[in-house]
């Protein structure tokens, strides 16, 4: 693959989006080919699965119907959206990918790490992030902030504090598991020093791809 595929991931209100977006911007001025997109979503189709999972209507949704969405809605996004950019020599910013899956679904709703990397497996055929930039934000923070900004909450946003304080926990082990492309960023530090951190990860990469 031409492209450099580079993940961001966190907890509720850890600030993902708005580094992202810093990330994107920083890139395009120095002339690189850059798209921006986000999981559960990003084409017409994953979109419309994600109106399905985070409904906050859907209160019975069962687990593994919700991590077979995800992984549904991953796939299609992939297909149309993320390896087109990467065939071409773009560096792809994805707001979440597999790890939210095994975080979440895999250890925080209890249905197996291992379970849902293979499912996974079977609808990203193995691809995996080249870089994925963690977020580190403890979910007492985190939360606080998401109330404090008034964002619109969703179904998952919605679950008690010990679910997140489980998701927490899930990407710690995440991140001991893919030590090769995890970076871990203090995201409780203010935003300029998580962009600058977050970002010498990418120049990192972009230099070693070349
Ligand atoms: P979103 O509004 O995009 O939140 P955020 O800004 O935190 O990314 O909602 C996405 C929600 O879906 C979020 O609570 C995390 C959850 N999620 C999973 O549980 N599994 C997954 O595989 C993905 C991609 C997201």
Redesign the pocket.
Known sequence: MKGIFITFEGT?GSG??TVIEKIEQTLLKMNYPVIKT???GGSKIAEEIRNI??DVENVHMDPAT?ALL?AAS?RQHLVEKVLPYLEKGYIVLS???ID??LA??GYARELGIDEIYQINQFATHGLLPDLTIYIDVKPEVGLTRIHHNHREE?R??LEKVDFHQKVYQGYQIIAHRFPERFRVIDGENDREKVFQDAFQWIQEIIQKRG
Do not use: G
């Open positions: 509720e993902k989006t986000r999981e559960p999972i985070l919700e995800y991953r707001d979440r990918y939210s899956s979440y679904q969703n998952l946003d």
